[in-house]
């Protein structure tokens, strides 16, 4: 797929972010400073709770990027605030907002922009932070399958294999381990 804007100041990720425990340890310093420094421009999108547990970072990850962080919808008037991203990792994916993507539920922001890409089939790399438990769910493997079938490659682990798959299926920066 190509890239579709941001050619100025470097392509694009759509990064969202539910609320899987840790999220408020990780996101900024294992996955979104990375990102950031590889050269992709962070069009950050949290879910409701996951922006009420990165309060503390909201600062530290506003300043990663030129383009605004978000958990909200615009009001029709508006204009949109990010431009359409090249790219998209989901990380961590909660089993809730899993099953909401595979049924194309769209209750808020980050959501609405994942079923937009899904249905647009940009690279997508989704984290899938879910129990023992909850992964026996009747429902989730099913939800799994439907991601997969669309293109979306999903993982388990941790940032590393988020970045490792990013490469692969969206080779648009060159990554710098040093940098
Ligand atoms: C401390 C804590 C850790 C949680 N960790 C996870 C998790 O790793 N995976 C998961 O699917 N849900 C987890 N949950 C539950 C989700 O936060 C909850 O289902 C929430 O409604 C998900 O909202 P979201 O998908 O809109 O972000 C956790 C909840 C708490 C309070």
Avoid: C
């Amino acid at each position: 797929m190509g890239r579709s804007g941001g050619e100025a100041a470097g392509p694009v990720l759509g990064l969202v972010a539910s609320a899987g425990g840790g999220v408020e340890r990780w996101l900024r310093p294992g996955l979104a400073l990375p990102l950031a420094r590889a050269g992709w421009r962070l069009a950050i999108t949290l879910t409701p709770t996951a922006a009420r547990w990165l309060e503390p970072e909201a600062a530290a990850l506003a300043a990663l990027t030129d383009l605004p962080v978000r958990s909200t919808s615009r009001l029709p008037g508006e204009p949109k605030p990010h431009p359409v991203p090249d790219a998209f990792v989901f990380a961590p994916a909660t089993l809730n907002s899993i099953a909401k993507l595979a049924l194309g539920i769209g209750d808020n922001q980050a959501l609405t922009v994942l079923a937009e890409a899904l249905g647009r089939r940009a690279p997508m790399v989704v984290l899938a932070q879910v129990g023992p438990e909850q992964s026996r769910h009747p429902a989730y493997r099913g939800h799994l399958s439907v991601l997969r079938e669309a293109g979306v490659r999903v993982v388990g682990g941790g940032p590393e294999e988020v970045l490792r798959e990013l490469a692969e299926v969206a080779p648009f920066v060159a990554f710098d381990n040093g940098a």
